[in-house]
């Protein structure tokens, strides 16, 4: 059974500063996905990452897969109070490419 | 144009009834999937169609629970005898094809489930 684990699992900061929330696995992943979660809506995906070491980059948020595809990271620069959600990372394997293996998430508040 | 949709968006039911939850996906896609979201947990895979057929079935936690897809379009999950730990919240979700790693051009879009709540 392949895990993902996500840390931290709450998050709590001030608008304006930076944080970083991480997804490992001791399993390999062809890809990696992250979403974004808000109260009384589905996962909306954010980004699709697939080759290890990877880093893209969308506004102020910066995702990388690790060189292994085992783990990943999700850095946003500069919170601000709309980037309050649940993040959730998501791995599909090749054997199985249209299932996603989802960690629990990481609750993110950002107080203005 | 119009997300998935699901309906409905809450419900409530007695322990041992049955519930049928409806998830109309976006026209075009061929691919579907059910995902359940328990409080505390992470998305848990259910279910997997490509057009009407369901080649994974492996999510399903008992066989109180059914899934049927019909005309490549909407869906229904149907839970039997419901159960209190049934009570999570259901996710549909749609894709273009059912290559999610690969193709960048069919990300899955999810509705916004429905909550069950099993008294």
């Known amino acids: 059974t392949q895990l993902l684990e996500q840390s931290p699992q709450f998050l709590s900061i001030q608008e304006g500063e930076n944080l970083t929330v991480y997804c490992n696995s001791s399993s390999v992943f062809s890809s990696l996905q992250w979403y974004r979660q808000e109260p009384g809506e589905g996962p909306v995906l954010l980004v699709t990452v697939v080759t290890g070491g990877e880093v893209k980059k969308l506004k102020r948020l910066t995702f990388q897969f690790g060189d292994a595809r085992k783990d990943s990271s999700l850095h946003i620069t500069a919170a601000q109070p709309g980037d309050t959600g649940l993040y959730l990372c998501a791995g599909a394997s090749g054997g199985s490419n249209y299932k996603l293996t989802f960690g629990k998430g990481t609750l993110l508040t950002v107080n203005p | 144009g119009a997300g998935v949709s699901q309906s409905p968006s809450n419900k409530v039911t007695e322990k041992g009834k049955d519930v049928e939850l409806r998830c109309d996906p976006i026209s075009g896609h061929t691919a579907l999937y059910w995902y359940r979201q328990s409080l505390g947990q992470g998305l848990e895979f259910l279910i997997y169609?490509?057009?009407?057929?369901?080649?994974?079935k492996s999510g399903l936690p008992s066989d109180r629970f059914s899934a049927e897809r019909t005309g490549g379009s909407v869906s229904t999950l149907t839970i039997q005898r419901t159960q209190q730990e049934d009570s999570a919240v259901y996710l549909c979700?749609?894709?273009?094809?059912?290559?999610?790693?690969?193709?960048?051009?069919?990300?899955?879009?999810f509705g916004n489930g429905t909550r069950l709540t099993v008294t």
């Open positions: 169609f490509q057009g009407n057929s369901a080649p994974d």
């Open positions: 979700a749609s894709s273009l094809e059912g290559q999610v790693y690969k193709n960048y051009n069919s990300p899955l879009h």
